[in-house]
Structure formats: structure tokens, C-alpha cells
């Protein structure tokens, strides 16, 4: 892979080989840093679902990264983004973040929200470059014990008003 790669966002429409590589890559990483309590991830069964868009990141032809987004009546929220160490700090996670973005809107919700946790630092500071802000618990969170998303940070990004994707 060059410094400077092609990104190419592709959609998915079942748990093929390179997904189920990514989701357990990606859950390898979370159970290093957080207890099973504290991981909110959808399973991998769970992904597949009418309401849910998911998206494989190719980098010079090679999967790298994987993320998606669920569409509820009043709001997406981002579900299971990943990219491989190998692929991090190169546009992927931005521009896999802008697709998400992007059928959102396409679903004309106002509002796009995340669940991450306390210790991925990088994905926070992504997220606050691409105009989330932190807010409370919402949707299913919000009923959780305060224990079980007690190292969960929620962001929240208004899409209302905009008339154009991020770059």
C-alpha cells in the first residue's frame, strides 16, 4: 500500500469473509481495553438487518476498515467502525465516516449519534474534527445502568439544515 492510496467506501449486504475478519479484529481490540459489559457492539448476526447500511473500506484494493450505520425514525447511529492498524491515519476512517454520513441523510434523519468508549482516543478526536460533539445517553443507553456504560462516551452531530455531505 502507498502513503497516499485510493479509498474506495463499498457497500455490503452480508457477512461475507473480509467482514466477519474485521468484526473479530475489531472485538479482539475492544476486549483488550474494555470488560464484556462494556462493549456495546452489534454481534455480528445483528448487523445484517433492513435499518442497518454496512460498508467495507478498500485501500489500494486491500479491505482495511469496516463501519456502518443504523437508521431508526429519529436519528442513525454509527455502528462498528474499524480500520486496520496498518491503514490508520490515512482518510479511511474520514471518508468511511462521510458514506455513513451520507445515508443519514439520505434517509433524511436529523441527527447522527455514536456510542464509544473512554480509551479510543483517536476515534474521539476523528469524531470532534468531523463535527460531533458529546451528549447524553440516548436511545437504548439511555435505559442501561449507569454501571454498564460507564466507560462509554456518546457524540451526537446534527444533520438538519445542511445541505451537503462532509469532506
Not at 469496516?66 to 454509527?78: I, M, N, Q, R
Not at 476523528?126 to 462509554?152: N, Q, V
Amino acid at each position: 500500500m502507498s502513503d497516499r492510496g485510493e479509498i474506495l467506501i463499498e457497500p455490503v449486504h452480508s457477512a461475507t469473509d473480509e467482514v466477519r475478519a474485521l468484526v473479530a479484529e475489531l472485538e479482539h481490540t475492544l476486549a483488550a481495553e474494555y470488560p464484556p459489559e462494556q462493549r456495546h457492539g452489534l454481534a455480528l448476526g445483528a448487523i445484517f438487518q433492513p435499518h442497518i447500511r454496512f460498508f467495507l473500506a478498500r485501500l489500494d484494493g486491500e479491505v482495511v476498515g469496516c463501519g456502518g450505520v443504523a437508521l431508526f425514525a429519529d436519528f442513525a447511529e454509527v455502528k462498528r467502525m474499524y480500520v486496520r492498524y496498518v491503514a490508520r491515519g490515512r482518510g479511511v476512517a474520514r471518508a468511511k465516516l462521510a458514506r455513513i454520513e451520507l445515508a443519514a441523510r439520505e434517509a433524511a434523519l436529523a441527527a447522527l449519534r455514536l456510542e464509544t468508549g473512554d480509551r479510543q482516543i483517536a476515534a474521539m478526536r476523528l469524531y470532534e474534527r468531523a463535527g460531533f460533539r458529546r451528549c447524553p445517553p440516548f436511545g437504548d443507553y439511555a435505559a442501561m445502568a449507569t454501571a454498564a456504560i460507564a466507560t462509554s462516551v456518546f457524540f451526537e452531530k446534527s444533520l438538519a439544515g445542511e445541505d451537503q455531505a462532509p469532506g
